[in-house]
């Protein structure tokens, strides 16, 4: 845009009367300049569209839709941050939560990206390793993990398998060894209590007989009370931050198998990892790779996210304020309170990451269809 200013030669050749000429034309083009940006500034459609995000959550209503049944660690890690997110939202929205399981966090997963209108007042809080599902080619699936928009996740995570300790097997030599499969209860083929016993097998030849379609972790719990399964892999904050873990823990009902972290957890010295057993057993290098890949699942913790197409202000909006509540002070107490460890991973990144991670060679997703039971 031409608003009048010549580039034929400096003013210093100008005479006095063409200085004052010159500071003329500036002055009668800076007034047009500033008249028109207080136009634009002041266009009744700018001052709209700039109310609209501003207010567009006062007195909405979020929803939080948890994937799993209620009382698990997926649960009580949405209904935290139900509790606390709104007020870091400009208009201080209402928060409700809402269980939604079934097919291993299927039904919700495919509910929040494709059922729900993308409108930033619908949130779901996923298993992560439902990406699994997606590379495999389920036909459940009716989500693109990629495409859905990351919110934020509380923690970075590692998975344990334990065994209810009156059970004859004692070590990962045992387990290598027995003629009778240990029986683990799984809530569907994207939680860790079905892939890691598929991994284990895989990589360390350990059987297992896997019960699934448990509706959350709760009802798992209690399949082991009353001696329908025996064993399960849950996360490992799970396990040390709520009940029944704690009690059956202290108490020995329990007995920690192996870990999955790079090294091992302080509170369980004597529990190998399974990059130990694997270079114990001398692991094939296809089998570390595999394990790798799956097992990034957990890092990514327990991720919340929202439908593809919603307007890219209200994702913004949700993203600072999950920050600002993940790192509220109350919040934090309250986590402490139930010993959960904070370890936060922002929107931006899980977006990253999440797009990384569908990009696998084939041989890879080969071996996660056996892995996961869709060979």
């Known amino acids: 845009m031409n608003f009048?200013?010549?580039?034929?030669?400096?003013?210093?050749?100008?005479?006095?009367?063409?200085?004052?000429?010159?500071?003329?034309?500036?002055?009668?083009?800076?007034?047009?300049?500033?008249f028109v940006l207080t136009l634009e500034l002041l266009n009744p459609l700018n001052l709209e569209r700039a109310f609209a995000q501003a207010n567009f959550y006062q007195g909405k209503t979020i929803t939080l839709v948890v994937a799993s049944a209620a009382s698990g660690g997926y649960d009580l890690w949405a209904r935290l941050?139900?509790?606390?997110?709104?007020?870091?939202?400009?208009?201080?929205?209402?928060?409700?939560?809402?269980?939604?399981?079934?097919a291993g966090n299927i039904i919700g997963a495919n509910y929040v990206y494709g059922v729900a209108k993308p409108d930033g007042l619908t949130l779901g809080a996923v298993n992560p390793a439902l990406y699994f599902d997606q590379l495999v080619?389920?036909?459940?699936?009716?989500?693109?993990?990629?495409?859905?928009?990351?919110?934020?996740?509380?923690?970075?995570?590692?998975?344990?398998?334990?065994?209810?300790?009156?059970?004859?097997?004692?070590?990962?030599?045992d387990l290598r060894n027995t003629k009778e499969p240990a029986k683990c209860g799984s809530t569907g083929t994207g939680s860790t209590g079905h892939y890691i016993p598929r991994l284990l097998e895989e990589t360390l030849g350990i059987k297992t007989h896997i019960v699934s379609g448990y509706p959350g972790a709760a009802d798992i719990e209690l399949a082991i009370e009353r001696g329908e399964v025996f064993c399960w892999s849950p996360l490992l904050a799970t396990y040390f931050g709520r009940e029944p873990y704690r009690r059956w823990h202290k108490s020995g009902y329990v007995?920690?198998?192996?870990?999955?972290?790079?090294?091992?957890?302080?509170?369980?010295?004597?529990?190998?990892?399974?990059?130990?057993s694997m270079q114990q057993y001398k692991t094939a290098e296809a089998g570390?790779?595999?394990?790798?890949?799956?097992?990034?699942?957990?890092?990514?913790?327990?991720?919340?996210?929202?439908?593809?197409?919603?307007?890219?202000?209200r994702v913004k909006i949700l993203r600072d304020a999950y920050a600002k509540a993940i790192a509220d002070p109350e919040l934090?107490?309250?986590?402490?309170?139930?010993?959960?460890?904070?370890?936060?991973?922002?929107?931006?990144?899980?977006?990253?990451?999440?797009?990384?991670?569908m990009t696998q060679p084939k041989e890879i997703i080969e071996r996660m269809k056996w892995v996961l039971g869709r060979e």
């Open 288 to 313: 570390r790779r595999l394990a790798k890949v799956i097992l990034t699942a957990a890092t990514l913790g327990r991720p919340i996210g929202t439908a593809p197409g919603t307007p890219a202000d």
């Open 4 to 34: 009048g200013f010549s580039s034929a030669g400096p003013l210093l050749d100008f005479g006095l009367s063409d200085k004052t000429q010159a500071r003329g034309i500036f002055a009668a083009n800076f007034r047009s300049l500033f």
């Open 332 to 357: 934090l107490a309250e986590a402490a309170k139930q010993g959960w460890d904070v370890d936060p991973t922002k929107g931006e990144e899980l977006q990253v990451l999440s797009k990384e991670v």
């Open 81 to 102: 941050t139900a509790r606390h997110i709104g007020k870091h939202i400009p208009g201080n929205p209402s928060i409700v939560v809402q269980n939604m399981p079934g």
């Open 137 to 173: 080619g389920r036909s459940e699936v009716k989500f693109d993990w990629a495409k859905f928009n990351w919110i934020g996740s509380p923690e970075k995570n590692d998975i344990v398998y334990y065994m209810r300790a009156d059970q004859p097997l004692k070590s990962v030599e």
């Open 255 to 276: 007995r920690v198998m192996l870990q999955t972290g790079a090294k091992r957890d302080a509170r369980l010295k004597d529990v190998p990892t399974l990059g130990e």
